[in-house]
């Protein structure tokens, strides 16, 4: 009896319409011989609502730890909720069900409440419970703290969490239900064009959800990837007995050779700054990102150039809302850092061109640069991997220059592995 782990997200069980639905793709798992666990979110919105709540009773401070310890025990309940729902749904249908809170299905974390990491799952008794004919429907998003106290795993904590138990159950596979029929060439709002491709790896699939793709969460296919466990991304907004392929994220050899270029992303929350005329001397640049690092700003994209006089110009990306405290940690050093001028500019997005066969073939630049000159597309910063190319834009441009290279890149047309949207 191979065991298989299935995911609903928040649009997937929105209202008990929607759980009952969920609980017609468990029933085919279960009906098929399978040993189910079933990870669920919180009902869409419910988890603002609790963030709401918990900020109006006294907004979580780093400072004073025991308030974050309870946030988190706020948040949490969310999932509890749906889990009770989902369980109460298949015992009326006939099934043994019960819920599993993080606690109860021995999800450790460390003490990052709020973002918590997961550091082990001790997964016997669940086990031993799924294998026994039960259907297990656990609470994803949280853990457990050594010293027993709740925590939340961050947005999108709910893919990790089922990721993390198909690798610890040694699971066949890990169904991500969602409220789209798989992972596209590009996002469908910006070109009709876009098609739902069949396969990718999990370095292009690591590589889009960090980079805008919002259907997966970034630290679930990283963990994805660790384990090696099969992911699969599909509706669950069709019938149960419908066709209903998805898209598959799995190793390298394991997808066809189809394009160079296998998506085109575009990451909205973005910002840049630039300091003008910074002298340009060994230490300087390590004092600017030295302060960033402090005050937890993350730094993507970055150049530097001459200034027009002796110094140097240096630009850098981060998350548009570290804005405003990435500059107040570098304006307080101006005089240590020397620089004439900070420009903060929201105005920018991210584009990028992702593919595995990137590794191996010459030209996807020189395409990419040439599509957005044609299109008269200024380029502010360049950054890349072997598998990506990422320019930062003015965030007019946006859609123009998605639809352009999703056509240079030859991703309009039909091919194998992707249907039209």
């Keep these: 009896m191979a065991r298989i782990v299935m995911k609903f997200g928040g649009t997937s069980v929105a209202d008990m319409s929607r759980i009952r639905h969920a609980a017609e793709f468990v029933r085919r798992e279960a009906d098929a ?46 999932e509890q909720v749906t889990s009770g729902l989902l369980a109460i749904a298949l015992q009326k249908m006939g099934y043994r069900a019960r819920s599993w809170q993080g606690w109860q299905a021995r999800l450790k974390t460390d003490r990052a409440f709020g973002r918590a990491r997961i550091l082990d799952i001790e997964a016997e008794a669940l086990a031993a419970a799924i294998d026994g004919g039960e259907i297990a429907v656990v609470a994803g998003f949280q853990g457990l703290t050594d010293d ?5 795993l961050g947005r999108g904590g709910s893919d990790t969490t089922a990721v993390a138990f198909a690798a610890a159950l040694k699971a066949l596979r890990c169904d991500i239900y969602t409220d789209v029929d798989g992972v596209y060439t590009t996002d469908p709002r910006i070109t009709k064009m876009a098609r739902r491709t069949s396969k990718l790896s999990y370095e292009e699939m690591l590589e889009m959800a960090s980079l805008g793709a919002k259907v997966l969460q970034t630290r679930s296919v990283e963990l994805a990837m660790a384990y090696r466990v099969n992911l699969r991304v599909l509706s669950s907004f069709v019938a ?3 066709d209903n392929p998805g898209t598959i994220i799995c190793d390298e050899e394991e997808t066809m050779e189809q394009r160079i270029v296998s998506a085109i992303t575009v990451s909205r929350d973005e910002a840049r700054i630039s300091l003008l005329n910074v002298p340009d001397e060994p230490g300087r640049a390590a004092r600017i990102f030295s302060a960033l690092a402090a005050a937890a700003v993350n730094v993507d ?13 240096i630009s850098f990306t981060i998350p548009e809302g570290d804005l405003e405290r990435a500059s107040s940690a570098i304006e307080s050093l101006k005089t240590e850092i020397g620089y004439d001028k900070l420009i ?11 593919g595995v066969g990137m590794r191996s073939h010459t030209g996807v630049a020189s395409t990419m640069f040439q599509t957005l000159a044609d299109r008269k597309i200024n380029i502010h910063n360049i950054s890349t991997s072997e598998i990506k190319i990422s320019v930062l834009i003015h965030s007019e441009y946006a859609e123009l220059a998605v639809r352009a290279l999703h056509q240079a890149y030859g991703l309009d047309r039909d091919a194998i592995g992707a249907t039209p949207s």
């Design 240 to 242: 149960p007995d419908a």
């Design 33 to 78: 011989g399978h040993a189910v666990v079933v990870v669920v979110s919180a009902m869409a919105g419910e988890t603002n609502r609790l963030v709401a709540l918990a900020e109006d009773a006294g907004p979580p401070d780093p400072a004073l730890d025991a308030r974050s310890i309870e946030a988190d025990a706020v948040i949490a309940t969310g």
């Design 148 to 152: 027993g106290r709740i925590t939340t």
């Design 344 to 354: 903060a500019d929201r105005e920018v997005v991210k584009v990028s061109v992702i």
């Design 301 to 313: 994209m970055i150049i530097q150039s001459p200034a027009r006089t002796s110094g140097a110009n």
